[in-house]
């Protein structure tokens, strides 16, 4: 009998542990998987979507539908004029030249020539009106940038779109088309 009562208090304890690894390793990460499922729908990482983006595609001239007059892939972004290299209107900046961001004792410069691309001749004007506010901006943002920032043609790109970003903020109302470098040397 005491046998028995011992037989009994092992397969007890043996199917409690058994509840626990199903839940463990099974009910735990089902439950997992499927939140992270229903997150990623709801958040429109997957799924989602439906008819209004198979319209907005439609509309929009997506892959199988003809060329519409501004549309496509090469269109210019809202808000923006497709812009003609032979109309187009550049104002170059004057030569800068900064310390970079190094952290020790070492120095770096910058050395940059840019040239601003305009919608129309009748902004040159306007733009030499901000030039110390533009050539401000550019010089407090390149004096915190690393020699590392600028390495390859992905640091080259951030820095153009921030160029672009700041001197759009320094020129309102005047619309900067795009940052052309004319030269840039890393010493």
Do not use: W
């Not at 009910?27 to 008819?51: C, D, H, K, N, W």
């Not at 550049?90 to 410069?109: A, C, H, I, Q, W």
Request: glycine share 14%.
């Amino acid at each position: 009998m005491a046998d028995e009562a011992v037989g009994m208090d092992g397969e007890g304890e043996g199917k409690k542990k058994g509840g626990k690894k199903l839940i463990l390793f099974i009910l735990l990460p089902l439950l997992l998987i499927g939140g992270g499922g229903a997150a990623a729908f709801l958040t429109g990482m997957i799924g989602g979507g439906g008819e209004d983006a198979a319209h907005a595609e439609g509309d929009a001239g997506g892959h199988g539908a003809p060329a519409a007059a501004g549309g496509g892939h090469g269109a210019a972004p809202a808000g923006q004029q497709a812009r003609d290299p032979l109309t187009a209107v550049y104002y170059d900046l004057p030569e800068m030249l900064v310390n970079l961001n190094t952290g020790g004792k070492r120095v770096s410069f910058l050395k940059l020539k840019v040239s601003l691309e305009l919608q129309k001749q009748e902004d040159t004007p306007l733009v030499e009106k901000v030039l110390p506010r533009i050539v401000d901006s550019f010089q407090v943002y390149l004096r915190e940038m690393r020699v590392e920032d600028l390495s390859g043609s992905a640091g080259i790109y951030r820095l153009r779109e921030e160029l672009l970003d700041r001197v759009n903020v320094a020129a309102r109302p005047v619309v900067v088309n795009d940052v052309l470098f004319r030269e840039m040397l890393v010493q």
